[in-house]
């Protein structure tokens, strides 16, 4: 069985973004990058099936420049055995990114594709979603558990309230939730043996994909702030204060 | 103009969020039809034919769309959306299944958790967490847009005499099935539509101290919450998490208690319209989005408040 493990290049989750003083974009200027931690997450679930013999061969895939390179070779490093980069310097919405992944799609042939469930820098949430619809595969989005069955996938998905088991025909496309697994680290001789696998590169136009934009961001800002509060001397004051001057409590 | 909207209801009930999407439409304009998708759903379009701001309920009352699965009901939207300009659903966890399905379908780029409508093209949304508003503007035909339900009122729900249509269309893709549910059963109101929620963070220490936010939310009748600190380290289940990647959440009154308050947590919560924060660490950046901070010890704090409630 092969995995197809589509990754975002992001700023680094620790990073907290502003918006530039000018309002054209967040300010990204020298802020470190790294693999979405989703992906990461899709990352690691497809090599644990690769090392409990339930999968043979694992790819990672990304869109974006050059410097992608950098999060495939982080996924080689993490146990993948190949990578697909597919380049451009236009920045791309999920919509796209979604065409383009089905295009590798239909080259690679996978049993299963596994991705993250969202970005945590444009928080769309809508990639795996389309690249499932795209290719007509069905769809468990959200997983904190996955089990191949003959043929068939069984998929626990986080919903509002609880969770949700839904069996998929392979192939399917997941994607992960948080609780799916923990990461491992890149041990160093795996980041020695990464730098020596296989990374092809394509273009948008050789994969017959038109990457333009559709959405126009016309400003980027920062959001309202709130107010400096007051703190409070003990629970007696809170309680008068949430009474008698916020009036949230009776 | 014409907009779709796709309702959120359990083949029981319309939920709230249905309420604060149709409100969103108006937003954009007066015309808004509303699609009942599931199985033996016709109380919930009866109900809904009461929305005073809705010209047609279109109701696909099938088997197949019964556990709502992503696959038949996204062609389903994708097929009758293509008579609108534009396509809204709540964005729940069912909207942000199948609605990128459907706008793919269309060949349309989705936008996202929208939080306010500039103009019928021109919509913002967070990004990075929330740390950042985009106003973004789509050159598409068809809009296909997902709503965050706490930055919109509820629509009234009464007086109307909304015309009632059966769409008679079987989309059983027979590739996926539902299983089962495990649903957290609880007495207290729901997460994201509590008028209070308190929410425990790493300072809890463990899962049974969440008692101690227990007795507190059932005098006040508030939901409980999480930080995904708490989730991690295993003390609550992840249906509880408020933030960037779990529920995003709006109430009158927000409590943090032991919750330092990390950019992702403050990315769920931070629209509430009063916040409280207790800490025993007056660094945490929690204080610096709260109203009323209160420097203590959660263990002595909260016998103390729910005591005194």
Redesign the interface.
């Known amino acids: 069985m092969k995995v197809l493990v589509p990754i975002k290049r992001v ?1 680094d ?1 620790n990073v ?4 530039k003083s000018d309002e054209t974009g ?1 300010d990204l200027a020298n802020v470190k990058m790294a693999i979405n931690p ?1 992906c990461e997450i899709a990352v690691e679930e497809a090599v644990r099936l690769k090392e409990s013999g339930q999968a043979e061969e694992v790819i990672a895939v990304s869109i974006g420049n050059s410097a992608t390179q950098e999060q495939l070779r982080t996924a080689l490093a993490l146990g993948a055995d190949r990578a697909i980069l597919v380049e451009t310097d236009i920045e791309t ?4 990114v ?1 065409k383009l992944l089905k295009s590798i799609a239909d080259k690679e042939e996978p049993d299963l594709i596994i991705l993250g ?2 970005a ?15 290719l ?4 468990g ?2 997983a ?1 558990e996955i089990k191949l069955e003959e043929g068939k996938i ?1 998929v626990v ?13 392979l192939p399917a496309v997941v994607t992960t ?3 799916l697994n923990e990461p491992r680290y890149a041990s160093l001789p795996n980041i020695m043996k990464a730098k020596k696998k296989p990374l092809d590169t394509f273009t948008p136009e050789e994969l017959n994909v038109d990457p333009t ?11 309202p702030e ?7 001397e ?3 004051e ?2 008068d ?2 009474k008698n001057e ?1 009036k ?2 009776t | 103009m014409s907009i779709l909207v796709v309702a959120e209801h359990d083949n029981q009930e319309l939920k709230k969020s249905t309420l604060n999407t149709i409100e969103a439409a108006k937003k954009i304009d007066s015309n808004i039809d509303l699609l009942i998708a599931g199985s033996n759903c016709n109380e919930v379009a009866d109900s809904a034919c009461n929305l005073p701001d809705i010209a047609k309920v279109l109701v696909a009352d099938k088997n197949c769309y019964k556990d709502f699965l992503a696959e038949n009901i996204g062609i389903l939207i994708s097929k009758i959306g293509e008579g609108y300009t534009h396509i809204l659903a709540p964005a729940t966890s069912n909207g942000k299944n199948y609605m990128p399905r459907a706008a793919a379908l269309l060949d349309s780029a989705q936008i996202s958790e929208i939080i306010s409508v500039i103009s019928d093209d021109t919509f913002e949304r967070p990004i990075y967490a929330g740390n950042c508003i985009a106003t973004v503007k789509t050159s598409d035909l068809i809009k296909v847009i997902t709503v965050r339900t706490t930055a919109f009122d509820e629509c009234a729900t009464e007086g109307g005499s909304a015309s009632k249509e059966l769409i008679d269309d079987d989309n059983d893709l027979g590739i996926s099935s539902f299983v089962s549910e495990e649903l957290a059963e609880s007495d207290r109101p729901e997460l994201t539509s509590a008028d209070i929620v308190i929410s425990g963070g790493r300072g809890m220490q463990n899962g049974e101290n969440f008692s101690l936010l227990e007795g507190i939310a059932d005098k006040l009748g508030a939901a409980i919450g999480a930080s995904r600190a708490a989730v991690d380290s295993g003390f609550v289940p992840n249906d509880m998490q408020v933030g960037q990647t779990g529920k995003i959440v709006a109430p009158n009154l927000y409590i943090a208690v032991g919750i330092s308050g990390a950019i992702q947590h403050l990315a769920g919560m931070k629209d509430s319209k009063v916040i409280v924060a207790i800490n025993k660490d007056e660094e945490a950046p929690i204080f610096q989005v709260a109203d009323y901070g209160l420097v203590s010890d959660l263990f002595e704090a909260l016998p103390e408040l729910e005591a005194k409630l």
Do not use: H
């Open positions: 700023v989750y907290k973004v502003r918006a967040p989703f919405e999920p919509l796209s979604a469930k969202q945590i820098d444009d928080d769309s949430n809508q990639t795996g979603q389309m690249l499932a619809s795209l007509s595969f069905p769809q989005t959200f904190s069984s998905r986080e919903v509002d309230g609880g969770l949700q088991t839904v069996s998929l025909n939730d948080l609780r934009p559709r959405i126009e961001t016309l400003k980027v800002s920062p959001p709130r107010a400096a509060g007051v703190v409070v003990s629970v007696d809170l309680i204060k949430l916020a949230v409590i």
